[in-house]
């Protein structure tokens, strides 16, 4: 399977669907350096290994996986986590309030707004509270095109994340992703979700206020 989905000025981005429920694990490469960000080890190191493998061919340098990132501390999204930081040696990365339920130590703490520099790119963290308490969203701004939310299971198409039915927790997702994304970043705004297939903010706006109404 070609993982390759964007290959932008700076940066490629790669993207492998792993395990039975379909979880993304995506890739960033700097092209310059061959620096790299991972984000969600799902499930399957060797599916993820073979990632890292492909994306060699995305760089000139040496690459470099420098940062593996959740999204979020559900099950699903970091089954592979423990095998993929013992083979590369890589730090990991996750929201303040979801990083002490991970299976490994957390290097870096995400809280919102932080900014991880990495060489040839940055990625901005967006705390997304309601899916799990420290939910973040990870945006890489293409200095020439569209920006690139990684949504976790915050935002998909169609709507937003599963809040177990609490509506405390809907709307606070709900006011989290329309005023901390949609209010932030234009149209064009690519979306990758933690499942299934991509979608723009675009295409996402028109549906805000249906989503409110009928409560998920």
């Not at 350096?33 to 061919?57: H, N, P, R, T, V």
Request: aromatic share 6%; net charge negative; no cysteine.
């Amino acid at each position: 399977m070609d993982s390759l989905i964007h290959s932008l000025r700076d940066v490629t981005i790669r993207r492998i669907s792993v395990s039975e429920m379909d979880n993304n694990v995506y890739l960033l490469t700097a092209k310059a350096s061959g620096a790299q960000l991972l984000i969600d080890a799902a499930d399957d190191a060797a599916a993820i290994k073979a990632l890292l493998a492909d994306a060699a061919a995305d760089t000139e340098a040496t690459p470099k996986l420098a940062l593996i990132a959740t999204t979020h501390q559900h099950w699903d999204h970091v089954r592979a986590l423990p095998e993929v930081v013992k083979a590369t040696g890589a730090k990991t990365a996750a929201g303040t309030d979801d990083a002490p339920a991970l299976p490994v130590p957390v290097d870096v703490l995400l809280d919102h707004g932080d900014v991880g520099n990495f060489d040839g790119f940055d990625v901005t963290a967006v705390h997304l509270r309601g899916h799990t308490p420290g939910s973040v969203a990870l945006v890489y701004q293409d200095p020439a095109g569209p920006a690139h939310i990684f949504s976790g299971d915050s935002l998909f198409p169609g709507g937003v994340g599963n809040t177990d039915k609490d509506p405390e927790r809907f709307t606070q997702l709900l006011d989290d992703v329309s005023a901390r994304l949609f209010d932030v970043y234009p149209d064009d705004t690519v979306v990758h979700p933690g499942h299934g297939k991509p979608t723009t903010l675009g295409a996402e706006r028109p549906y805000l206020a249906e989503w409110r109404a009928r409560g998920w």
